[in-house]
């Protein structure tokens, strides 16, 4: 498998499942949250958590799972994207905990032609997170630029 795909390689309607999961582990919450500056004590209090919340342990800051589930579809999705559009709309339906494994899957939502760049099409995916019991923790809908598939069949490395 390439790293990424061309604007001709995504398909409205097809569902990516990523592979692999990711363990989310305390210590790589606690890295999150420090380099991120959060100090809420329900993410880094366990008595704190285990005295405030029904879930009785500290919850993984929805930023780190944003950002993990962007990670795990990287190579899927955006790796040979030029840029990301934006972000229409995240849903966090459902908690995190240290310990919990997520799997993500894209759906392509649609693809449409950009008029003054040829080079380049608007690709619009809605990634959504699974925990290892396949409760929906997180989805999240984005739009990306990415090129389109010359004559050879290859792509360019222009970023302009």
Known sequence: MSFGRTFEEFETGTVLKHWPGKTVTEYDHHLFALLTMVRHPL???????????????????GSYIFSLLLGLSEADIAGRAITHRGFEKIDHPAPVLHGDTLYAESEILGKENIPDRPERGLVTVETR????DGTLVMSFTRRLVVPRADEGG???????
């Open 129 to 132: 997170g699974r925990n290892q």
């Open 154 to 160: 290859t792509t360019g490395n222009r970023t302009d």
């Open 43 to 61: 993410h880094l209090d366990a008595h704190y958590a285990r005295t405030a919340t029904r879930y009785e342990q500290p919850l993984v800051i």
